[in-house]
């Protein structure tokens, strides 16, 4: 079972994340924010693209929830803690911060 220090320790660890306060949750970002804790530290809602959310949704129903809205169509997932491995929690967290990371400027055509 994860815990909300599980969350924060593995996430603060990933390269260039920070920490920032984000409406009632805590937001973990890069260039863009890929998690977001709830004030409770019972779930975790991760950025996954929609492939790997359903992926996850599917092998792991009672850990990894579809967010069911727009949010939830852009690939926002809701993860229960009390329902995941640490090692699972770190692998889905990873693919969320990878996504987050800075976008690649283009090459300028001539």
């Known amino acids: 079972m994860a815990t909300a220090k599980d969350v924060k320790r593995i996430a ?3 390269e260039g994340t920070s ?3 984000h409406f009632d949750r805590t937001a973990f970002k890069v260039a863009r924010i890929y998690a977001t804790l709830a004030a409770d530290g ?14 996850k949704c599917m092998t792991a129903p009672a850990a ?8 939830g169509d ?3 997932t809701t993860v229960l803690l009390n329902a995941i491995g640490v090692k699972e929690l770190q692998s ?3 693919a969320a911060w990878s996504h987050a990371q800075p976008r690649k400027k283009g090459r300028k055509k001539s």
């Open 42 to 55: 019972k779930t975790l809602n991760l950025k996954l693209n929609p492939g790997e959310q359903e992926m």
């Open 12 to 14: 603060l660890a990933l």
């Open 92 to 94: 889905a967290m990873e």
């Open 19 to 21: 920490e920032a306060p």
């Open 74 to 76: 852009q690939g926002w």
């Open 64 to 71: 990894f929830q579809r967010i069911p809205n727009a949010w």
